[in-house]
Every structure is written in structure tokens, then in C-alpha cells.
């Protein structure tokens, strides 16, 4: 594949985790004026956004399963004018149980899209890239934070929240265009991301257990940060939306920095980055009262939590025990399950404790899954070599070789021991074997 149709490929993609990750959060920044104009509650609205999560995590993994013999391009394409249409309705509809209905037909795309994205992706470039396109594909979630919802807030105030669903329309179905014209025909199991590279099923779970609970404690301090920067910060109402842009751009700066140390060393960059997120929470709650150490702070957490959401990216196609689109689905379902869990305690603590108490827990959350982590690298055994182990046969001609003639007793040793190997690459029911050529002896 030519590197500008690949080039142009990978653009679209991540325009579309620019468009999903948009829609998904519009309902936030448009909260009351849809409620005026549908004639209900503001909870009500926020439960667009609740049962749009709820819906990514259930059908993220049944439904990657029921479409894994799709070709990419067909899919991903069927999934874009899908989001188009529902997105579509979202704006037109007149009453809330339609919208309803066309969050959820939109959820259900998404669902799919993030657990496809990304091996599609990876088979545009060669092996050695995988980190830095990986990156890019994300980043496109990150723009959307840090620059899409604002930009469809700010719309949405002054032309009317339809009209920010409809621009997204619009911005979808040039998207989809893109990817349908240059994304390649793939099937899913061909190409060298159709499955891990290195498939080890007890890293890939410690990656959805850390996915939970980082995400949770990014979360948890996340959703009350404008809380956080009025009543403990010393800020403004009207600075929060300045604070929060300065921790978009930080996002896009870490996930664009990530990409190189993803190839070189991907779970040195997934500690690295719940590491950072975990201090910068932590100083966060110790000088969080001092109000440029809090800016700063904020930004830092932005940047590294938007670091780890591409190294989970990274990983899964490393890792994963089988198909690789079955395993990003299962690590996205994850992440939501994550975003559910930090928002509900985060809610529970900030009544009775305070809204430091969120950042706190949110700290914490993240330390338990650098703990989780490095208790996993420390007790997993290394592979040794077991004694009496023979060399292990690969090619022909590269066996020991018996000179002389051989007794009856050894010609019946006809299979050596097997050669030592770790747990993770033993394939069951396959051992080396070793015939030694036993001549006559007259």
C-alpha cells in the first residue's frame, strides 16, 4: 500500500475517534439548553450519557464477535454512516425517547469502531510503527476533549444545541468518505495485527484490571475538577473553561509523545504514565490550594492519562491471547467500565468528604494499579533451563550429532527431553522431539 493512501487512511481513522469521542460527550457541555428545548429534566439528559457508556460496555465484546469475519473497510465504513444517520436524528428528533433510541443506535456503533480502530489501523504501516499509529489513532479521542466538545458547546449557545449534532453529522459523512475510499479491503484475520504478537493471556487481564483502575481514578478527580479549581484553587467560575483547555492541549502533547517510547518499550511507558498520573494527583491534593502548582498539576494528570489510554492501545495488540479485535473490545469495555466506577465514587466521597477526597481517591486508585503491576512483573518466574535440556530443533541439520554405532538400549531412547520454556510460549500438546539415526550394526 502507497504511504499517502496509508497516510490518508490513519487521518480518517482518527477522525473518527475524533467524531465518537465528540458525540459521546456533547450532551455535557449542552446539558440545559436540551433539556429547555425537550421539556425535561437535566438528569435526564445526563442519562444520555450514562446509558451511552453503559451500552459500549456491554456490547463491545458480543458484538466484535458476531462481525469478525467483515472485512475492515466494509465495517468500518457501515459503522461511519451509521454514526452519520443516528447522529442525524439526534438533532432532528422532537421528543426524548427518539434521542434516546439514536444515542443508543450511535453507542452501539461505537462499541464496535474502538474495538476494530485500532488493529485497523496498525496494518497500515509496518510492525516497528505500531506505537506511533496507534498514538495517532488516539489522539483523534484527545483532540475531540480538548478542542471538539468546546468548539460544539460553543456552538450549541449561540446557533442551538442541534446544530452542533448536525455539524458532527456533517464532519462524519466526510470521514466516512475518506475511510471507504482508502482504507484497504482486509479480512480480520489477515495481516500481521489480525492477532498479538506476543500473546500472553496473564498480561493481557493484569492490562484490563490496570485499565479499570486507572481510568477510574482519572475519572474520579476528573469529573469535579471544576469544583476542585473554584473551591480549593481559589479560582474563578469563568476560569474553569481556560484551565480545562490547558489540560486538552496537554493530553494531545502526551499522547503525541508517547508513540516512541510505545515501540521501544511499551510496559516501561504504561508505568511510566499511570506513575506521572498518580503523582500529579497526589501533588494535586497536597498543593492543590496553591493556584498556578494546581494548573500546572492538572495539565500534568491530562497529559498522562492520555499517554496510558494509547499504551493500552499499544499493548493489547502485543498481548493479546487471541484475536486482537476481540481484545481491544474486552480493554475498551474496561475503560467504561472504569469511567462508570471513578464518577460513582467520586460521587459517593465528595458529599461527605469534600472534593479533595476525589483526587485523593483518584491517586490512590491509580497507585493500586502501579502495584498491581509491578507485583506481577516481581513474582512472574523467569525461564530457566531445565536440566538435561537438549537444544531445541528448528531447522534440519541442527541437532547433536551420535557418532558410532549405538547398543540396543540406546537405540530404544528414540525421544530426548524437552526443551525448557516459559509457561507463555509453550504451545500445548507440541514437544520437540529429537530421532537419532541408529545405523545396523552387523
Request: aromatic share 6%; charged share 10%.
Amino acid at each position: 500500500m502507497r504511504r499517502g493512501r496509508a497516510a490518508g487512511a490513519l487521518i480518517g481513522l482518527s477522525g473518527g475517534t475524533f467524531l465518537y469521542t465528540t458525540a459521546e460527550a456533547l450532551p455535557i457541555g449542552l446539558l440545559l439548553p436540551m433539556a429547555g428545548d425537550l421539556a425535561v429534566s437535566p438528569p435526564q439528559v445526563g442519562m444520555l450519557v450514562t446509558a451511552y457508556g453503559a451500552v459500549v460496555m456491554v456490547a463491545s465484546v458480543p458484538l466484535t464477535a458476531l462481525v469478525r469475519g467483515v472485512p475492515r473497510r466494509r465495517l468500518l465504513s457501515a459503522l461511519l454512516a451509521g454514526f452519520v444517520l443516528s447522529t442525524a436524528v439526534t438533532a432532528l428528533t422532537s421528543t426524548f425517547a427518539l434521542l434516546l433510541v439514536a444515542r443508543m443506535v450511535t453507542a452501539t456503533t461505537h462499541a464496535l469502531f474502538w474495538a476494530v480502530v485500532v488493529p485497523a489501523a496498525a496494518e497500515l504501516f509496518r510492525p516497528a510503527l505500531r506505537g506511533r499509529v496507534v498514538a495517532v489513532v488516539f489522539a483523534g479521542g484527545t483532540v475531540a476533549l480538548a478542542l471538539g466538545v468546546p468548539a460544539g458547546t460553543w456552538l450549541g449557545d449561540r446557533a442551538g444545541w442541534r446544530a452542533s449534532f448536525l455539524a458532527t453529522a456533517g464532519l462524519g459523512a466526510v470521514v466516512f468518505v475518506v475511510v471507504a475510499a482508502l482504507l484497504p479491503s482486509t479480512r480480520p484475520e489477515d495481516g500481521h495485527a489480525a492477532r498479538g504478537a506476543t500473546p500472553d493471556a496473564r498480561r493481557f487481564w493484569l492490562l484490563v484490571a490496570m485499565a479499570v483502575l486507572a481510568t477510574a481514578g482519572a475519572i474520579a478527580a476528573y469529573t469535579y475538577v471544576a469544583l476542585f479549581v473554584t473551591e480549593v484553587s481559589g479560582f474563578s467560575p469563568a476560569s474553569v473553561g481556560a484551565i480545562l483547555f490547558a489540560r486538552g492541549i496537554a493530553s494531545v502533547l502526551g499522547i503525541l509523545a508517547i508513540g516512541a517510547l510505545l515501540d521501544r518499550s511499551p510496559w516501561l511507558a504504561l508505568l511510566t504514565t499511570v506513575a506521572l498520573q498518580s503523582a500529579a494527583l497526589l501533588g494535586l491534593y497536597t498543593f492543590g490550594q496553591r493556584p498556578s502548582v494546581s494548573v500546572g498539576l492538572i495539565a500534568l494528570a491530562g497529559l498522562a492519562f492520555a499517554a496510558f489510554t494509547a499504551t493500552l492501545g499499544g499493548l493489547v495488540l502485543q498481548v493479546a491471547p487471541g484475536r486482537s479485535d476481540l481484545a481491544a473490545a474486552t480493554v475498551s469495555a474496561a475503560v467504561n467500565v472504569g469511567i462508570t466506577a471513578g464518577a460513582f465514587v467520586g460521587g459517593l466521597a465528595l458529599p461527605s468528604h469534600g472534593v479533595r477526597a476525589t483526587v485523593l481517591i483518584g491517586a490512590l486508585l491509580g497507585v493500586a494499579a502501579l502495584v498491581l503491576a509491578l507485583g506481577e512483573r516481581l513474582i512472574r518466574p523467569a525461564p530457566r533451563p531445565s536440566r538435561g535440556a537438549v537444544p531445541e530443533i528448528g531447522r534440519a541439520g541442527t541437532g547433536p550429532r551420535r557418532p558410532g554405532p549405538t547398543s540396543r538400549s540406546t537405540r530404544r531412547m528414540t525421544r530426548s527431553p524437552p526443551t525448557a520454556r516459559s509457561g507463555r510460549d509453550r504451545v500445548p500438546g507440541a514437544e520437540p522431539s529429537l530421532r537419532l539415526r541408529n545405523p545396523r550394526v552387523g
